[in-house]
T-cell receptor
């Protein structure tokens, strides 16, 4: 079974600074997608950023960017200029099967923003 | 685009009762997923539909759980003879190839079994 490891259960960062959340995964697929979702206290899963595994270029979405290392099966999320509204649980989730696009979630990283 | 909607948002039920949750996916999405999330854990996959066909069910989905998507639009997830261990948030999500295979989640349905 595919596994996803988020080795940082909790992280904290000062407002306006940069933080990186790590994620490693195991897959036998060659073509898949990877997502980062945030889950604030309201519990809704909100998409932060996505990456196609066949693309070498790292995805960027405003203050959010990823460092995707396909061979190492690593998919870290960098948040620049952290804002109070970034405080949430962050989940890394690769898709397991190309057809089904099932997501497999890690345990999550709780991010705290210090004012 | 109104997003994925779920109903009810919260449900408290007595052990042994049946409950049903409804999910309305984003209108053009042909794939629909159900996940379950307990406190402190990431969501776990339960089942997946492509159009009206249920293509995969997790081993987590016991015989007391059944999901349908009769016309390939909305879906229902029914839990029969609820147990306290069923207390969780049930998340619905949808996607399609035409929308870049990005998976969008609803706000979830909280179930508390007392």
């Amino acid at each position: 079974a595919q596994t996803v490891t988020q080795s940082q259960p909790e992280m904290s960062v000062q407002e306006a600074e940069t933080v990186t959340l790590s994620c490693t995964y195991d897959t036998s697929e060659s073509d898949y997608y990877l997502f980062w979702y945030k889950q604030p206290p309201s519990r809704q899963m909100i998409l932060v950023i996505r990456q196609e595994a066949y693309k070498q270029q790292n995805a960027t979405e405003n203050r959010f960017s990823v460092n995707f290392q396909k061979a190492a099966k690593s998919f870290s999320l960098k948040i620049s200029d952290s804002q109070l509204g970034d405080a949430a649980m962050y989940f890394c989730a690769p898709t397991q099967e190309e057809g089904a696009q099932k997501l497999v979630f890690g345990q999550g990283t709780r991010l705290t923003i210090n004012p | 685009d109104t997003g994925v909607s779920q109903d009810p948002r919260h449900k408290i039920t007595k052990r042994g009762q049946n409950v049903t949750f409804r999910c309305d996916p984003i209108s053009e999405h042909n794939r629909l997923y159900w996940y379950r999330q307990t406190l402190g854990q990431g969501p776990e996959f339960l089942t997946y539909f492509q159009n009206e066909a249920q293509l995969e069910k997790s081993r987590l989905l016991s015989d007391r759980f059944s999901a349908e998507r009769p016309k390939g639009s909305f879906s229902t997830l029914e839990i029969q003879r609820t147990e306290q261990g069923d207390s969780a948030m049930y998340l619905c999500a949808s996607s399609s190839a035409s929308s870049g295979n990005t998976i969008y989640f609803g706000e979830g349905s909280w179930l508390t079994v007392v």
